[in-house]
């Protein structure tokens, strides 16, 4: 009886000891409070920002829509399909990237709100060169929009001037925005001159070396 009860004792001891150190394990954790002096870039910059990722997203599914067009049956064009299909991954990458610089920055910790939306497209029977000119038209506009980011997150004064985001905008996103353009100005300056030569027929050998 003596043993059982010893037993009994040693059990009650180990479970107070157990709980113990359970307690002195638990993660006490605190509020984000740590983190409200992380983010610092300015309000408009961080709008404008928003702004872009949403054109960006926009410009993808714009070109999503332009590839399935010619990836029909009925229009058939590979070559402008997989240009299309391409320059779609390409502006998605652009918004994703945008997305992670702003987390980079502490800016998604309470703004993730109403970031992406989903866009209302242009569907039409398109052309070579109607998509090309499209295409253009919508590159042209992306690259006004950053260029006004660029200036938004500028400021007023160097303590509104965002630098590091500034420099990464100018050196990584307006650079492959402007040859963005001139390769489409260059496709559409030489599918015309097929065209004007060959007739339909040229936007088919075009649409073979593309």
């Known amino acids: 009886m003596m043993k059982v009860f010893a037993s009994i004792c040693l ?12 307690e002195s394990l638990v993660c006490n954790v605190r509020t984000n409070a740590i983190f409200k002096a992380w983010p610092d870039m300015k309000t408009p910059c961080v709008n404008s920002m928003r702004k872009q ?16 067009h010619f990836s029909t049956d009925t ?15 390409e502006e998605r990458e652009h918004g994703s990237k945008l997305v992670e610089y702003l987390s980079m920055r502490g800016e998604l910790t309470d703004t993730v709100k109403n970031l992406i939306q989903v866009p209302t497209v242009k569907t039409a029977n398109w052309s070579g060169i109607a998509a090309l000119e499209d295409a253009f038209k919508l590159e042209t506009e992306v690259t006004k929009s950053i260029r006004d980011l660029i200036k938004t997150c500028e400021g007023t004064g160097k303590d509104d001037n965002d630098y590091h985001l500034v420099d990464y905008l100018t050196g990584v996103y307006l650079e492959e925005q402007l040859h963005g353009q001139r390769e489409l100005a260059g496709q559409i300056t030489t599918l015309e001159k097929m065209m004007s030569t ?13």
């Not at 001891?13 to 709980?19: C, D, I, K, P, R």
């Not at 990722?53 to 399935?68: D, N, P, R, T, W």
């Not at 060959?198 to 593309?210: P, Y």
């Open 198 to 210: 060959h007739g339909e027929l040229g936007e088919f050998l075009f649409d073979k070396n593309m």
């Open 11 to 22: 059990l009650v001891v180990l479970v107070a000891v157990n709980q113990a150190q359970a």
């Open 53 to 68: 990722i949403q054109k960006e997203i926009h410009a993808s599914v714009q070109y999503l829509a332009m590839a399935a």
């Open 75 to 89: 229009v058939n064009r590979p070559g402008f399909a997989e240009h299309f299909f391409k320059a779609a991954k």
